[in-house]
């Protein structure tokens, strides 16, 4: 049998490369492919060469989402294979050869399979030629991440046998070879769509999505091995070269069509069921092959996640009135929304994912203005006929009511978290450009259900900015704003308000003051300082303005700030706003955020800053984590109109030209723990107005304070540290000219060896 089959693939191949479409789709494969890599090697090089970064190298040229070479191939593919086996069958049957092989003692199995391993190894060749890429690629790049590249080059050749096993098919169907070419394309478009078919039924939603062909190697690509897309590659090329032994035994054998039809819906039932079996996630196995692990979830997640026992259900809830992101967790968006808790399934396969769809009272400006005169009701279903949706499945205010009350996030997309001992959680959308959490706030949500997280307590009564008003100067974005991603409610705290009349409660593990306009009672003061004592941490910020009243708090801790204001003459920026810079010292003793700030080159705008000055030694190990520039920046003395006087350095009256610390951070040891103190000379970094500051010159980051400091001042806690190790391959071994080389090289010579070997193999035919 296996001696037959090899024949078969054989011959199949000599007469393969004896025609000119195969050595011409080598050819222009080859050139595709060249192109895009050399466009992407020429990039690296002069990103290089300009200062920048090209950490994971071998991602950007290989599986980068923008234009990578595995990834443009992976669409190619779709043109190239069926005008390669629109003539496997077809040609046997227009010539009458199919009747020879059938008075030979040769079964229709042995004829599909041979033929198909004949793809399989034209296949290869198509492999070769990227094979040869990656190789160039491994000699120029540092630290090539070979294991990511190689599951890359198996889900693409996947991906080239489930086309020839549809192609193989399609060319049994018919005896005219351009009609199998055009079936094969027609097929292929089907797969490609059928995953957004019937998606409003969930068993056949299921089913579609997983017959869906399209991103099947994206994740081979990407360098992830699931078990569920390897399994699904294997079943399609096994139901396509099954469809095409029925067709051959129905023809060869005049058997009924009745007969046949169940057959072929026997054959596509069992698949379905396969494939249905093998994409459950308590069925699927990973293997993550690149080298930082970049498909898996981090480290601090899993053990997060692990501490998650019994069973969890995050519910989505939908309002049809919305006007945010709900439309993404619509009934044909279900399943690419489900792909968001893939990387938490791979860990916890018990987690149910469900949705609830309802209209209620939600702020929709625009829709208020289409339809003034229409009630909630009429107000959804005009939404869902603009959508395409049964509006029968939305449950009315009244009904959702009952079951949950979601007033409390403004009845807009949002999803809760439940866990079996009744253990909740929010999971939210947010007011930027990636909208969905991240395993950061992801993690973060699922760790306030196994561990009692961080308290912050802000100080309320002295004229401190608030955190509920929504004010330029207010701090209701870094507290509690549901909808900015890096509030400290969506990273892991809870904020509530704290009143020095009485002593700070046990519960509360991290203070905040900021601007006091008033000092506090002696009985207040009495009560700080009993927290203080006890080792709680605090942060603490202070406003030129508010000099008198807050420099008796920073003395507590052998800190003041500095007379004046600090300016700098800068003609983008008004003078009294500075820039303030993350320091090396930061980034290696506060948190690993400060590093990300200074690796992108970013900064903290301090609008009306004054500098901080140590006064005394209070036993304190002092860091400091914000500085100015180290010229053209001096505290002003004399100047209070920034906007329409100029301002000049006079060292007569105090003024001094120096590098200022902006921001400290303090600590000691009281009793078993360490005790961490924050110290910021200005309070609008973190207001609401100063977190959509644009800079002409530069990239603010003040959020960063947020994220950086209470990760600090938590212990490490919140918000999650997904860090990955750094990638290794950043660096490219080569200059324009060797990257000129490897241009014409695959564009060019490799092409035209190709097409040379082509004509030699024909002139040899033609010869015999």
């Known amino acids: 049998m296996f001696k037959m089959i090899y024949n078969i693939a054989r011959t199949e191949l000599q007469m393969l490369f004896y025609s000119p479409v195969a050595w011409l789709i080598l050819v222009v494969f080859g050139i595709q492919a060249g192109l895009i890599f050399a466009g992407k090697i020429e990039g690296l090089v002069v990103s290089q060469e300009m200062g920048y970064s090209v950490a994971g190298a071998t991602f950007n040229i290989f599986a980068n989402p923008w234009g990578a070479v595995f990834v443009n191939m992976q669409n190619y593919l779709y043109f190239y294979i069926p005008l390669l086996t629109m003539s496997l069958v077809s040609k046997e049957l227009s010539s009458g050869s199919i009747r020879l092989l059938y008075s030979s003692p040769i079964t229709n199995l042995q004829i599909i399979v041979g033929k198909f391993v004949s793809m399989m190894i034209y296949g290869l060749f198509m492999i070769g030629i990227l094979l040869l890429i990656t190789l160039c ?34 060319s049994s169907l018919t005896s005219y070879q351009i009609v199998a070419a055009i079936g094969t394309f027609a097929v292929l478009m089907v797969l490609s769509m059928i995953g957004n078919w019937w998606q409003e039924y969930d068993f ?40 095409t032994i029925i067709r051959l035994n129905a023809v060869r054998q005049k058997i009924r069509f009745v007969i046949t039809l169940g057959r072929n819906v026997g054959v596509i039932l069992l698949v379905c069921v396969l494939g249905f079996i093998t994409s459950m ?126 007033s409390g996030e403004g009845n807009t997309f949002v999803r809760q978290i439940v866990r079996d001992n009744g253990e909740k959680a929010w999971l939210r959308i947010y007011n930027d450009m990636q909208r969905f959490p991240s395993e950061r706030e992801i993690s973060a949500a699922f760790k306030r259900m196994v561990m009692e997280l961080p308290k912050v307590g802000i100080v309320q009564g002295h004229g401190e900015r608030s955190f509920y008003g929504g004010k330029d100067r207010d701090y209701s974005a870094f ?22 009349d009485k002593q700070v409660p046990e519960h509360i593990n991290i203070v905040v003051i900021s601007d006091m306009r008033e000092w506090l009672t002696p009985a207040e003061e009495a009560n700080l300082q009993q927290y203080i004592d006890r080792g709680g941490n605090l942060f603490i910020l202070g406003e030129p303005k508010r000099r008198d009243v807050m420099n008796p708090l920073f003395a507590k801790f052998g800190f003041e700030m500095t007379d004046g204001v600090l300016v700098k003459q800068d003609t983008n920026l008004q003078a009294d706003v500075i820039l303030s810079y993350p320091t090396k010292e930061a980034a290696d003793s506060i948190a690993y955020d400060f590093g990300t700030m200074r690796r992108y080159r970013m900064v903290m705008s301090t609008p009306s800053v004054a500098g901080l000055e140590q006064i005394a030694d209070k036993g304190y190990k002092v860091t400091t984590m914000f500085k100015t520039d180290t010229i053209g920046v001096w505290n002003e ?21 120096k590098t200022y610390s902006t921001a400290v951070a303090l600590s000691r040891k009281v009793g078993d723990k360490e005790q961490k103190i924050i110290l910021t000379g200005d309070a609008d970094c973190i207001s609401n107005g100063e977190f959509g500051r644009r800079v002409p010159t530069a990239r603010t980051s003040n959020y960063t ?26 660096k490219v071994y080569v200059a324009k000219t060797g990257a000129w080389i490897i241009k014409w090289s695959f564009t060019l010579l490799i092409p035209l060896l190709l097409a040379a070997a082509g004509v030699l193999i024909w002139i040899r035919r033609k010869g015999r």
């Not at 070979?146 to 996947?158: K, R, S």
């Not at 003395?637 to 030209?657: C, M, Q, S, Y």
């Not at 600090?712 to 391959?729: A, F, N, Q, T, Y």
Request: glycine share 6%; proline share 6%; net charge negative.
């Open 137 to 170: 690629s491994w000699s120029v790049i540092k630290d090539f991440d070979w294991p990511m590249v190689f599951v890359g080059l198996l889900g693409l050749y996947l991906l080239i046998c489930a086309y020839a096993a549809i192609g193989i098919f399609m």
């Open 204 to 243: 056949i939603r299921d089913v579609t999505y997983w017959l869906a062909m399209p991103g099947r190697s994206g994740k081979f690509i990407a360098g992830l091995i699931c078990s569920e897309d390897l399994l699904y590659f294997i079943l399609v090329v096994c139901l396509f070269l099954a469809l």
């Open 281 to 406: 996630p308590k069925m699927k196995v990973y293997y993550d092959a690149t080298a930082t692990k970049m498909n898996t979830l981090t480290p601090n997640s899993q053990e997060i996640v692990a501490k998650l026992d019994g069973g969890m259900t995050i519910t989505t809830y939908i309002n049809a009135l919305d006007p945010g992101a709900s439309w993404y967790a619509a009934f044909y968006f279900l399943k690419p929304d489900m792909e968001r808790f893939e990387q938490y399934l791979r860990f916890k396969p018990d987690m149910k994912l469900k949705y609830v769809y309802y209209y209620d009272t939600c702020a929709n400006p625009q829709l208020d203005r289409r339809f003034p005169d229409k009630n909630l009701r009429e107000k959804m279903i005009e939404v869902c006929k603009m959508y395409g949706l049964d509006s029968n499945r939305f449950m009315g205010p009244e009904e959702i009511r009952k079951k949950i009350d979601l």
């Open 479 to 500: 507290a509690d704003d549901k909808g900015f991603r890096h509030s400290l409610l969506n990273q892991g705290f809870d904020v509530e308000e704290v009143r020095l």
């Open 637 to 657: 003395l004399e100047t209070t109109d920034f906007i329409d006087d100029t301002i000049r350095l006079n060292p007569a009256i105090g003024e001094v030209e």
């Open 705 to 730: 304070l947020v994220t950086g400091g209470f990760f600090w001042l938590s212990d490490g806690e919140v918000p999650i540290d997904v860090r990955r190790p750094p990638l290794p391959d950043d």
